[in-house]
């Protein structure tokens, strides 16, 4: 969110306050609707430093106190919304009912607050945008799509749809980590108890020998010295250094911008984020050209469901693309997102005036990649997982009996 300064005369008096909004044409819609009088200036500003204490207070505590909406519960507001708005019950009527009647509290609160907001004249687009963290880019994108083309009750129906697959995918992918995540997990375990129980007694034997040990049993000394004396500070270094990247993730555009950039690099998660998002913008995008949106405000509003902005940055040079004349097709093949047999694809349904189901096409096949991966994590990782494992009981073998190998044969000479 970004904070703009309005200046504005009231009663003969020039005044000024801040509001916060997502860019300056939100800015100036909530101004006229929110300040009295005459609106002078509209200018962008930074945050106060009151609310810059409270927001670097508020991330780093979000972190482990934040109440986060359940999507099973945001999926069934956005049901019964649909249900309710295709009855012919008013978008305002729609939201104060799913307001009284969601039990999540946060939620709650967010539909009530959404129900002020529209009693004061904003559109449903302008006030969740305030909770956007909360509901998620698809959500505004697809809420602004029923406003844009007045057929809210299909729109969040096809929106409900969307977030249960989004739902379906996260949950597979937890199903799929939680074998190897565990497995990890008692190995570090089982390594820590010997590092602190075990090692230590073979320590003292090692110093009484006062010989050159072998490089693994230093290492494993090392480990271990480190371990039982600085073990609680390794481990709030490592609960502290993620809620610092998270912070810096939701601050600084900068860290953001190398760090979707590297993400995309690694070993499997990359190509998890990679079809779970191209998937996604190619199945927002699909709606809003099958709804009769031009394509350069269909990819204006596709475009907000991206979090990562390094493929945010390769698909927005689609839109500049197009306004200049070139071609969906080729606009498409110079992001090099895309395979061949994709592009060929789309180049079929712009010629054929077919463009929606090709473009459906398209995210059926990416969706079934990313599937194909999630299906198949576990096959994935299980090398990674052995060479982890027997990296860690070489070591300790070696660690241990290699310095006894030389006792033995100190003995017997």
Known sequence: MKYFEINYLFKGKKSKTIIKSPDR????????????????????????????????KNELLGTFLRKKIKMTSLIAAIRQLSVMTNAGISIHDSVKEVANATIDTSLK????????????????????????????????????????TGNMAESLEKLAD?????????????????????????????????????????????????????????????????????GFFLLAGIILSFVLIKYLLNTNEEFKKNFDEYILKVYLIGDIIFYATLSRFCLVFTELIRAGIPIADALDTSLLTLENTHLKKRLSSVKISVQRGISLTESFRDTNLFEGMLIQMIQAGEQSG???????????????????????IASYIEPILLGFIAGMV???????????????KAVKS
């Not at 939100?26 to 409270?54: C, F, M």
């Not at 073998?397 to 033995?408: R, V």
């Open 162 to 230: 969307i977030l249960e697959e989004i739902e379906e995918n996260r949950q597979k992918f937890k199903k799929a980590l939680r074998y190897p995540i565990t497995v990890v997990i008692a190995i570090a375990i089982a390594f820590t108890i010997l590092m602190v129980y075990v090692v230590p007694k073979f320590k003292d034997i090692f110093e009484k020998l006062k010989a050159e040990l072998p490089l693994p049993t230093k290492i494993l000394l090392f480990m271990e010295h480190m371990i039982n004396q600085y």
């Open 25 to 56: 044409k939100d800015a100036i819609s909530i101004a006229k609707n929110k300040v009295p009088g005459i609106i002078l200036t509209i200018k962008e500003t930074s945050a106060p430093l009151e609310d810059q204490l409270r927001g670097f």
């Open 354 to 376: 077919t463009l929606d189901k090709m473009l459906e096409k398209v995210t059926l096949y990416l969706k079934s990649r990313f599937n194909q991966i999630i299906d198949n």
């Open 109 to 148: 609160e967010i539909f009530h607050t959404v129900n002020d907001d529209l009693n004061s004249g904003l559109s449903l687009t302008q006030s969740l945008m305030s909770y956007r963290e909360s509901v998620g880019d698809v959500t505004i994108a697809m809420v602004e799509l029923g406003e844009s």
């Open 394 to 408: 070489l070591l300790m073998a070696l660690g241990i009996f290699m310095p006894m190998w030389d006792m033995a």
